[in-house]
């Protein structure tokens, strides 16, 4: 699974943000701790379509989960073909208070775009 | 001779400069208008052009075939991430696509195909003798420059009909969109107003034009007597070509969408300036 982080750290906090985000926290769901690694968000400093180009990324790393903010247009588009669940966590949540309310069935689904460009800043 | 009208800030007057002055140059020349701000023309509201030729901009996108291997190229090689390769299947955004045609360029299996979606239309009328053509970005579109360049394909490079004047009223700000329409002027005519916001912008469209390696010269619109912009022209050694007083007769003219001419004030005051620029702008020989 992923979620878009903005530090390297599972008790920094969740970026609510998917395309513009620094970094995506990826982990073997089972055991967080054990297997989560850093990667910059290839994304981050496109001219444009960075949700599209962020989606392509996850697709490249085999995710299946992702957790981040709200998913644009155009994100949603790839990151649903791309066959991932999306789910919606709050910028003031740590990553693995996000990873642990996932677990427990309590973050809700991204199921229809958010803003276009809300990452944007 | 080519006159590309512009200013950094929006609002200050550059349609109202060249509309009236292309109309004074009609008087005396043959003469074109051009409305290169497609985002929103505006300048055929004071013309009225009777309008003879209507033609659509369209831009290029890709469609995938069933040719495709999915082996990624297209969208590897695309810049603006208008493509999306994605669990065996290769998404399309062609609101994204500039319409480049990289994708079919690099696709060994010939499973690009080019489609066409209109982008904007190039509008051609008359106003008297003054040719009028304007180019309209469509509504929600973001690519201004293909319609830029469709206006400038059709009004100026297959031009045979030997126009001695055209007067560009160019877009605001200082984007690839005022550089597309301001570049091979003989004069590029920078509109300010006389506010700080007015000076700060100029000063940035000042750099532009110097970066280009245009003459320019400055029209002080909405001028209220003040030394904030004569002190800046002068510290710069920009000609101040005209200066335009802060009136409500001319804003009331304006707000009826009337050019300024009728009233003889500002009939002379065009034609000073129409006949300052023929005296003093020398005439690059463009090659046909």
Known sequence: MAVS????????????RFGRCPYFMLCDSEDVEGTAEWKDNPALASTGGAGIAAGEFLDREKVKVLITGSLGPNALR???????????APGSMTVLESVRAWATGTLPAITAAGQAHAGER | M????LSGKGGTGKTTVAVNLALSFAQTHKTQYLDYDVEEPNGFLFLQPEVKEQVSVPLLYPEI????????????????????????KVLVFPELCHGCGTCSIVCRYGAVLERERPLGLVELGYHGNLRCVQGILREGEALAVPVIQAVRSRA???STEGFEVTVADCPPGSSCSVIHSVEASDLALLVTEPTAFGLHDLKIAVRLVRELGLRHGVVLNKDDGSRLIRDYCGAEDIPLMAAIPFDIGIAKTYSKGLPLLEDSRWAVLFADLRDKLVREVPVQKHED
Do not use: N, P
């Open chain 2, 65 to 88: 075939s069933d040719k495709c291997t999915l082996c990624g190229e297209c969208s590897k090689a695309c810049q603006y991430h208008a493509l999306a390769q994605v669990s065996q």
């Open chain 2, 2 to 5: 080519r006159i590309g009208v």
């Open chain 1, 5 to 16: 982080v903005g530090k390297k750290d599972l008790s920094g906090l969740v970026d609510d």
């Open chain 2, 156 to 158: 100026e490079e297959r």
């Open chain 1, 78 to 88: 790839v990151v649903q073909a791309s066959g991932v669940s999306a789910f919606s």
